[in-house]
Each structure stands twice: as C-alpha cells, then as structure tokens.
C-alpha cells in the first residue's frame, strides 16, 4: 500500500523564513566590506517586511472566511443581528491587523536606522 505524502507546509512564524537567505549572506560575510554588510542588513529587513505582510494577508483571508461563513448562514439563521454582530466582528478584527501592520512599518524603519548605524 502506498502513502501520499502532503507538502511541507510552512506556517508563518519568524522560524521558518529567518533561514531563506542564509545560503547567500554566509560567504558574504566572512568578508570585511560594508556594502555587504549592508545588503545583507537589507536583505533581512525585507525578509521581516515579507512575513509582516504575511501575516496581514492571514489575518485577511480569516476575516473573509468568517464574513463568508456568516453570509452563507454557518454560524445560524441569518438575521439583521447576527449579520452585524459578524460585521463587527470583521471589522474589528481587520481593524486591530491594520494597526498591527502600521506598527511593523513604523519599527522597521527605526530598526533599519539603527542597524545600518551600527555598521558604519
């Protein structure tokens, strides 16, 4: 009897995307020069920019699940109620990712500051 074998699923967590680059920064920095220093301190921020964004899509596709969910009548009878009820729900939880991700932008910003001063 054979077993198919699921693809390996990466979840979005800073522990499966921190080692994407690692095959290209290692020889690069072995080396003393500042220019690669200071791609490879790019490339990680846009690294960290990346998983940020994905998480903002998560939390997006979630919110579009349960408004689906709620417009379908999964969660019960569709009543004016329980439809804002869902509605507010989505809207806050939209509401607390965007400000997550407005909050990532900023520190990503001063974190890349900080990092490239570092350098030099």
């Known amino acids: 009897m054979t ?6 699923e990466k979840s979005v967590n800073a522990s499966n995307y921190d080692s994407v680059f690692i095959w290209w920064y290692q020889p690069w920095m072995a080396t003393s020069s500042s220019a690669v220093k200071a791609q490879y ?3 990680d921020m846009l690294n960290d920019t990346m998983r940020h964004e994905l998480e903002f899509f998560a939390a997006m596709a979630e919110s579009s699940r349960t408004l689906t969910s709620c417009m ?3 969660e019960g009878l569709n009543t004016p109620s329980l439809l804002a009820s ?4 989505v809207t806050s939880d939209m509401t607390k990712a965007t400000v997550k991700r407005m909050q990532k932008v900023s520190e990503l910003n001063d974190e890349l500051k900080e990092r490239i001063w570092c350098e030099i």
């Open 3 to 8: 077993t198919i074998q699921k693809p390996h």
């Open 41 to 43: 301190i790019w490339f």
């Open 72 to 74: 379908l009548g999964h």
């Open 86 to 89: 869902c509605y507010q729900k």
